[in-house]
């Protein structure tokens, strides 16, 4: 996979964030799916994933499978 430039991208973090001491990623779209990075480290390594792969990681999320 091709790495997306990121140049343009408009980085998310949940709402919640404030309320874990900050320890959150962010997120932001790109035209071959989504990007998530450190938000206390934005220059840092940012991981992609396909939009298979991140429905995947979603669904996981919502079905409790990351559960502690």
């Not at 991208?9 to 320890?23: I, M």
């Not at 992609?48 to 429905?55: G, L």
Request: net charge negative; hydrophobic share 35%; proline share 4%.
């Amino acid at each position: 996979m091709n790495t997306p430039d990121l140049t343009s991208a408009v980085w998310f973090k949940s709402t919640r964030s404030d309320s874990n001491g900050g320890q959150c990623v962010e997120v932001a779209k790109t035209d071959t799916g989504m990007a998530v990075r450190d938000s206390k480290n934005p220059t840092g390594s940012v991981l992609f994933f396909t939009p298979a792969e991140w429905d995947a990681f979603v669904g996981g999320v919502k079905d409790g499978e990351f559960d502690l």
